[in-house]
C-alpha cells in the first residue's frame, strides 16, 4: 500500500476539491491552508484547463476564471511549494490529460515529487490508456488515481485490481455538477469494488449536503466534495475562505457523526 | 489502417473519461459485428444509392482548366448529395448502425450546420429522436441551417460555454452522451473524438475514394496525379484519400483553413501551427499554447474551425504519405468566387479552401496531369456570410 492509502485507510475522509487560481492562486492557497486546519484529510487541486469535457458548467466556469486570472500549470506549482511546508495532509493534483502531457509527463511528475504530490487524477485517461501516465507516475513516487463510474459494471474488477492510492467512485452519472439525486447503484459499486481492492474507495462528483456525506460514508471509505466548494468561491471569491471553512466544518462533522 | 486500439501509429486512442468507455466499447463490438454483415452493408448501400443519390459525379471541369493552363480538373461532387454535403454519408451509416443497436435517440454536434442537418434529416427518415449542439456563434453564421433542423424535426441546443464554436459543441454532445448511454447514440461528424469513431466515420466516408477511383479510371483509364480536400476534422479529406493511400504516386493533399495567416493567432490550421496533444478523446496535433490550453482557434469557415484534426491524418503527416496545406480566409473566399463564376458551381466556403489550393497548384502541373478536388459541399449556405465579408449589407 502506497503512503496516500495508508493514509486514507485511517478512517473516513473528507477530500475537499478546488480549482486552482480561481479567482487567484492568494485566494487558493489560504482555502487550503484553511481546509487543512478545519481537518481535511487530503485536499485535490484542479489545474485548470480550457476544455473540462467532464465537468458541468459550474467547474467549467471555475476553470475559464482561473485562466483568465492567469492561472498557469507553473504558477500553481509555485503556490504549491509556498504553502507545502505548512501542512502535512497529501495533496493530489487533479487536470485533463494534455495539461500534464505538454508539460511533459516527466518534467511534470517529477516538479510533483519536489512538491510531496502525492496523487494525480486524470479524468479523460481510462484503464485503456493509463499505460503511458502510470509508468511515469510510479517513478516518481506519485499514485495514478483511477475512477470507476456505475456504468463501468464488468470493468471494474480488472480497474480497481490495478487501482493505486485509493478508487474515485464516481457518484452518479454524467458530468460532476448536473447530478439531482444520487444513485442507488453507487452502494452496489462501492461494494463491488472493495471486492477486489483494499485501498480505499472515496466517492465523488456532485456531493453537496452533509447529509449526502454521511450516506456515503455509510458504505464508502470517504468523499470528495467539488461543486458546494465551487460554488462558495465563485460567489465570495477573495472573500471565500470563511465560508470554505463553514462548510469543510459542516460536512466533516457529518462524516464523522456516522461513525459514532 | 488502424490498430485494435484504434491507433494511427502513435495518434488515436480512447482518451476518455470512465463513465464512457462502455459506451465506446459497446460501439465498437457492434461496429464489427455490423461492418461484415451483408445485410448491413446492403441496407447502407441502398441508403446511399436511393436516398442520397449516390454514385456522385466526378465532373470534369474543362472551363476551369482551361483557364489555369496546367493540370486536367475534375471535381467530386458531394455537394450534389442529399442534404447538400459529403456528411450525409458517414450520417446514414450511423443512424443504420445506431438503429441495429437498438438506440432511438441521436445527438450530434455541428460547426457549420451541415453535419446538423444530415444528422437530423437521417433520423426523420427512421423516426428516430435528435438533438444537436451547436455553438452559439455558429448558430449566428449560419442561421438557415439552425432553421433547416428544426424543420426536420430536430432540436437545436446553442452551446454558449468556451468560446461557443464547434469544440464546445463537441464537448458538450460528449456530456450528454455520458448523461443518457441507454438510449442515444452519439453520431460524430468527422474522424475525430475516441475509438471506434476515427475508423467507423472513415469507412463511411471512404465511398468518395472507391468510387472517384472507379470513376477516373473509366474516363481517363489512370489514376490521378493528385487528389486534394479540405481538412478540418477531416471526414471529406480522408474519405477523399483512403482508397489512394497504397497509391503512393498519388500526391494526397489536405488544405487547412489558416484563416487570417498560419503567422496570425487567428488561425485554424492544425498541422501547420499545432503540436501533439490529447484531448477530445484522442492523441493528435491540435492548435494549443505552452501550456496544453486548446487555442480558441478562427476560420471564416464554421465547419473547419476546430483545433484538432483526425488522427489517420496526423499519422499519415508523420510518415510523409500526405501533405496538409494551409488556406487562408482571402484566398477561400477569391476561390469561392471564382469557382461561381468559371464552372456555374457554387462550393461551400469550407471546399472553397481545396478549390483555392488548386487554383495554386493546377498552373504548375503538366496538361497531361491529373488533378481530383473534392467539392465537399454546396455553398448556399455561406452566400450571405460571404456577401458581408465583401462589405455587402446581406442579411438572411
Keep these: ?260 | 489502417m488502424s490498430n485494435p486500439n484504434g491507433r494511427f501509429g502513435i495518434h488515436g486512442g480512447q482518451y476518455i473519461p470512465e463513465t464512457l468507455m462502455n459506451s465506446v466499447i459497446e460501439l465498437e463490438k457492434a461496429y464489427s459485428y455490423y461492418k461484415n454483415d451483408p445485410q448491413f452493408q446492403a441496407e447502407f448501400s441502398a441508403l446511399l444509392d436511393e436516398y442520397a443519390g449516390r454514385p456522385s459525379r466526378l465532373y470534369y471541369a474543362k472551363k476551369l482548366t482551361e483557364a489555369l493552363g496546367g493540370a486536367k480538373i475534375y471535381l467530386k461532387r458531394e455537394d450534389l448529395n442529399h442534404t447538400g454535403a459529403h456528411k450525409i454519408n458517414n450520417v446514414l451509416g450511423q443512424a443504420l448502425l445506431a438503429k441495429k443497436m437498438g438506440k432511438t435517440r441521436l445527438i450530434a454536434e455541428t460547426g457549420a450546420g451541415q453535419h446538423g442537418v444530415a444528422t437530423a434529416t437521417a433520423a426523420a427518415l427512421m423516426g428516430m429522436e435528435c438533438v444537436i449542439f451547436m455553438g452559439e456563434e455558429d448558430t449566428k453564421r449560419q442561421a438557415l441551417n439552425v432553421y433547416r433542423m428544426r424543420l426536420l424535426g430536430a432540436e437545436v441546443i446553442p452551446v454558449t460555454s468556451g468560446t461557443a464554436t464547434l469544440k464546445d459543441a463537441v464537448s458538450e454532445a460528449m456530456g450528454e452522451w455520458c448523461k443518457r448511454i441507454e438510449d442515444t447514440h452519439y453520431c460524430l461528424g468527422s474522424v475525430m473524438g475516441p475509438h471506434p469513431f476515427p475508423t467507423i466515420v472513415r469507412d463511411f466516408q471512404a465511398v468518395i475514394s472507391r468510387e472517384i477511383k472507379a470513376q477516373i479510371l473509366e474516363k481517363e483509364g489512370r489514376l490521378p496525379d493528385a487528389v486534394l480536400a479540405c481538412v478540418g476534422g477531416g471526414s471529406n479529406a480522408i474519405g477523399t484519400f483512403y482508397h489512394f493511400i497504397d497509391d503512393t504516386n498519388v500526391r494526397l493533399i489536405g488544405c487547412e483553413a489558416a484563416g487570417r495567416g498560419i503567422d496570425t493567432f487567428e488561425t485554424a490550421a492544425t498541422i501547420n501551427t499545432g503540436k501533439l496533444g490529447i484531448f477530445h478523446g484522442m492523441k493528435s496535433y491540435f492548435c494549443q499554447d505552452e501550456y496544453g490550453q486548446i487555442a480558441p482557434v478562427y476560420s471564416i469557415s464554421a465547419g473547419l474551425d476546430y483545433p484538432g484534426i483526425g488522427p489517420e491524418h496526423a499519422h499519415l503527416y508523420d510518415i510523409g504519405r500526405a501533405e496538409y496545406v494551409p488556406v487562408t480566409d482571402d484566398e477561400a473566399v477569391d476561390a469561392f468566387e471564382y469557382l461561381s463564376r468559371t464552372e456555374g458551381i457554387i462550393p461551400a466556403i469550407e471546399s472553397a479552401h481545396a478549390i483555392a489550393y488548386g487554383l495554386k497548384l493546377a498552373p504548375t502541373m503538366n496538361k497531361d496531369q491529373i488533378m481530383v478536388i473534392t467539392v465537399s459541399g454546396r455553398g448556399d449556405k455561406d452566400c450571405a456570410a460571404i456577401a458581408r465579408y465583401r462589405g455587402e449589407e446581406l442579411y438572411e
Design chain 1, 1 to 260: 500500500m502506497s503512503n496516500l492509502s495508508s493514509i486514507l485507510n485511517q478512517k473516513k475522509v473528507f477530500l475537499p476539491f478546488l480549482t486552482c487560481g480561481d479567482p487567484d492562486c492568494e485566494t487558493t492557497a489560504a482555502n487550503i491552508l484553511a481546509l487543512a486546519e478545519s481537518g481535511a484529510d487530503a485536499v485535490i487541486l484542479g489545474i485548470p484547463f480550457s476544455d473540462p469535457t467532464a465537468e458541468g458548467s459550474l467547474i467549467q466556469c471555475a476553470n475559464i476564471r482561473a485562466l483568465a486570472g492567469g492561472a498557469t500549470t507553473d504558477r500553481i506549482f509555485k503556490m504549491a511549494e509556498e504553502i507545502r511546508n505548512e501542512i502535512s495532509i497529501p495533496l493530489i493534483f487533479m487536470t485533463y490529460a494534455n495539461v500534464v502531457f505538454s508539460y511533459g509527463m516527466e518534467r511534470f511528475c517529477k516538479r510533483c515529487e519536489s512538491l510531496g504530490i502525492e496523487g494525480l487524477i486524470i479524468p479523460d485517461v481510462p484503464f485503456e490508456e493509463k499505460e503511458e501516465f502510470d509508468v511515469v507516475c510510479k517513478s516518481y513516487q506519485m499514485d495514478l488515481i483511477s475512477m470507476i463510474a456505475p456504468t463501468s459494471a464488468s470493468r471494474i474488477s480488472k480497474i480497481a485490481s490495478e487501482a493505486n492510492g485509493f478508487v474515485f467512485a464516481v457518484s452518479g452519472l454524467g458530468v460532476s455538477d448536473e447530478q439531482s439525486k444520487m444513485q442507488a447503484t453507487i452502494e452496489q459499486t462501492v461494494s463491488e469494488i472493495k471486492a477486489h481492492t483494499n485501498i480505499p474507495c472515496i466517492v465523488g462528483f456532485g456531493i453537496q449536503t452533509p447529509a449526502q456525506a454521511a450516506y456515503m460514508t455509510g458504505f464508502a471509505d470517504g468523499v470528495i466534495a467539488d461543486t458546494t466548494f465551487t460554488e462558495i468561491v465563485a460567489k465570495y471569491a477573495k472573500d471565500s475562505t470563511p465560508y470554505v471553512k463553514e462548510f469543510a466544518h459542516s460536512m466533516i462533522a457529518a462524516i464523522q457523526n456516522t461513525i459514532e
